[in-house]
């Protein structure tokens, strides 16, 4: 066989690959879309629920931290400073 022969044989290969690897996917997406439409024909329909009155959240009123609580925040913050430099 010369050179130009494998070449062609290659390319074939090739094209011969890409296109069942095509076809495949486009069987997949088919069945798959079949399926999505046989599950939404079949699925039973789900009740909407009656209007629900949101209720806001009151936000809780801020509390100061205690004395002891920021301490220990500044000196974490001071340590941390201080590894790094």
């Not at 997949?28 to 009656?50: E, F, H, K, Y």
């Amino acid at each position: 066989m010369t050179s130009g022969q494998l070449l062609m044989e290659g390319v074939e290969l090739m094209l011969f690959g890409m296109g069942f690897v095509f076809a495949f996917l486009v069987l997949l997406i088919g069945a798959i879309r079949v399926m999505s439409w046989l599950i939404t024909l079949l699925a039973p329909a789900v009740p909407q629920p009656a209007a629900v009155r949101t209720v806001r959240a009151q936000p809780a009123p801020a509390q100061q931290p205690d004395a002891e609580l920021l301490a220990a925040i500044q000196a974490a913050i001071h340590q941390h400073r201080a590894r790094r430099g």
